[in-house]
């Protein structure tokens, strides 16, 4: 069954028309139905077409957050072979926000580490719906540095609205936790990729994502604050979460050309969620494909080249 956004709905009557015949055909078997419902059909998708050719910052932002949208234990399962996960920080706790462990990526090894929102009421409670608290920066630290002793290449696979607010984790030094696990990127020194495959949500994103390449699914979003907090900054109102999304320029095409993005990747049309498998599969290749063009480098090129990356990103941006 799918799941409309607010602005599918003339989507939504259309498609559920042509599903609507097809329900009374099967009941009575001398209706004929199929050619007015293929119109349907045919209508559904020009109009699928037209809604996704030229979404709105704000629309993208709703098609990033789709509950249907393929998860980080989606991609673990579907790309990565021989998952062994590892949990804990050695300090405190285990964070179920932040998944990671030792995998396989085309008979390789590889470290995996990202954020899992759930896919259901439990899940999304279980991990928090993906906002991480500190033992989640200081787990992902942990595997970094493994990754980085042993030579793997580390892949992040990024989707959180944020690090979590709470008093206990600011208590734990969620500030603190989340810039040792920047810092940790900048300092390993093996190909480190990181793909945006929902949202990416102010520092609890940067943590994961600051990466010799970065890739976003063409309708993911990347920002420092979620539109309806910057409105509520800016503004004293979360309604004006529209306008807030287009100054934030958190759009995949937007920060591509401000060189915070590297690479797009194409999703299905209708979204990511719509042709789950595809999706999956088309990320996979682009990690392949980032993952070749960093393997001939060394160590210490890895590391400068990723310190300079970032360094040259303040000049880029204000020169576009």
Partial sequence: MTNYLDFEKPLAEIEGKANELRALARDNSEMDVEKEAAALDAKAKQMLVDLY?????????????????PRCQDYIDTLFTDYTPLAGDRNFADDHAVMGGLARFEDKPVMVIGHEKGNDTKSRIERNFGMARPEGYRKAIRLMDL????????????????????KGAEERGQSEAIARSTEKCLQVKVPLVSVVIG????????????????????????????????????????EKMREAA???????????ELGVCDHIIPEPLGGAH???????????????????ELTMQSGEDLLNNRRKKYLAIGSTGLAA
């Fill in 274 to 292: 719509r042709d789950r498998p595809q999706a999956i599969q088309d990320v996979g290749s682009a990690i392949s494909k980032l993952l070749g």
């Fill in 199 to 238: 949202e990416g949500g102010s520092g609890g994103a940067v943590a994961f994502a600051t990466a010799n390449r970065v890739a976003m699914l063409e309708h993911s979003i990347y920002s420092v604050i979620s539109p309806e907090g910057c409105a509520s900054i800016l503004w004293k109102d979360a």
């Fill in 147 to 166: 990754a980085d002793r042993f030579g793997m290449p580390i892949v992040t696979l990024i989707d959180t609205p944020g690090a979590y607010p709470g």
């Fill in 53 to 69: 050719k030229d979404l709105t910052p704000w629309r993208k932002c709703q098609v990033a957050r789709h509950g249907d949208r």
């Fill in 246 to 256: 287009e100054a934030l320029r958190l759009t995949a095409q937007e920060l591509r």
